[in-house]
């Protein structure tokens, strides 16, 4: 799996689409844009969801003790 696939803690979509779109991984698997741009999308969002929900899990912890 290309770490393109992954957005950095600080990066936003325009800078995750840009590197994703454009690493040879990608292109190499999905050559078709439209389809890598599909793929990078959802990885950007489930990336970005997946954060979110362990940010909540730590700070319900947090308000737990």
């Known amino acids: ?13 325009k800078e995750f689409i840009d590197r994703c779109m454009s690493d ?7 050559p078709d844009e439209a389809q890598r741009f599909a793929i ?15 940010m909540n899990i730590k700070n319900e912890n947090i308000k737990r003790k």
């Open 24 to 30: 040879n991984v990608m292109v190499s698997e999905y």
């Open 40 to 54: 990078c999308s959802v990885s950007f969002d489930k990336e970005k969801l997946e954060s979110k929900s362990k």
């Open 1 to 13: 799996v290309s770490q393109s696939r992954y957005a950095t803690p600080n990066e936003n979509i």
